[in-house]
Nanobody, 130 residues
Framework: QGRPAQSGGGSVQPGGSLTVSCSTS????????LGWFRQAPGKQHEAVAT???????TYSDSVKGRFTASQDRTKETVVLQMSRLKSEDTGMYYCTAPFPCPSPESRIDHTSRMADRGNWGQGTQVIVSS
């Protein structure tokens, strides 16, 4: 199993929007979940979103209503669309490798545990600054 390949991110002013993408052939499988987490300099990583093969997304309270996770299985890609960005959203964003889906209410926590284990994408920088 190779690492997911990430793209997107960049720099934007507060209130702006960015997209980060994650590509892996494993999402062509029938059932999976995939998570996103971020890490700001000097801070612990924070799981922010998950998406399942059924299209069910879950979010942390810190990004709910501003971030949207989606999938395009024909392109073997999952996307995290980020809007109304804040300076505290600044950090490196990582997608995990796909994993068997736990219950929806536990997927954010599971993504945090995945962050401790490795097997994630190479990371994408997001900078929100005026």
């Amino acid at each position: 199993q190779g690492r997911p390949a990430q793209s997107g991110g960049g720099s934007v002013q507060p209130g702006g929007s960015l997209t980060v993408s994650c590509s892996t052939s494993e999402i062509t499988h029938s059932s999976w979940c995939l998570g996103w987490f971020r890490q700001a300099p000097g801070k612990q990583h924070e799981a922010v979103a998950t998406i399942s093969s059924r299209g069910l997304a879950t979010y942390s309270d810190s990004v709910k209503g501003r971030f949207t996770a989606s999938q395009d299985r024909t392109k073997e890609t999952v996307v995290l669309q980020m809007s109304r960005l804040k300076s505290e959203d600044t950090g490196m964003y990582y997608c995990t490798a796909p994993f068997p889906c736990p219950s929806p209410e536990s997927r954010i926590d599971h993504t945090s545990r995945m962050a401790d284990r490795g097997n994630w994408g190479q990371g994408t920088q997001v900078i929100v600054s005026s």
